[in-house]
Nanobody
Framework: QVQLAESGGGWVQAGGSLRLSCAAS????????TGWFRQAPGKERVFVAGITWSGSGSVKHYADSMEGRFSISRDNIGNMVYLQMDSLKPEDTAVYYC????????????????WGQGTQVTVSS
């Protein structure tokens, strides 16, 4: 079974940028749709962005509040997924997770079968 590991989190001032990476342990990740979620302390885990499996055309979809600021992509091989985050705001502070699902365009965390450990993003004002 494929495993996922996030990296690229850290500290950034408001208005800055970060790129998060999600590394899959093998090429099976190409058969999954992949999403990014975030969870702030005391809050529920929420959908950020998703990209469908390669055979479906790698369709991208975003939460409304992230559209225009965040961008999800796959690499050419299909074993890496990225989240480019621009114009970051303090309210973006959270642990960010990548996850994989067989459900097309899923935004519900319950639809995602495989999860990484998360990477902390902290945005200062």
């Amino acid at each position: 079974q494929v495993q996922l590991a996030e990296s690229g989190g850290g500290w950034v001032q408001a208005g800055g940028s970060l790129r998060l990476s999600c590394a899959a342990s093998n090429r099976d990740i190409a058969t999954f749709s992949t999403g990014w979620f975030r969870q702030a302390p005391g809050k529920e885990r929420v959908f950020v962005a998703g990209i469908t499996w390669s055979g479906s055309g790698s369709v991208k979809h975003y939460a409304d509040s992230m559209e225009g600021r965040f961008s999800i992509s796959r690499d050419n091989i299909g074993n890496m997924v990225y989240l480019q985050m621009d114009s970051l705001k303090p309210e973006d502070t959270a642990v960010y997770y990548c996850a994989a699902t067989y459900t097309y365009l899923a935004t519900d965390p319950a639809a995602y079968r495989i999860w990484g450990q998360g990477t902390q993003v902290t945005v200062s004002s």
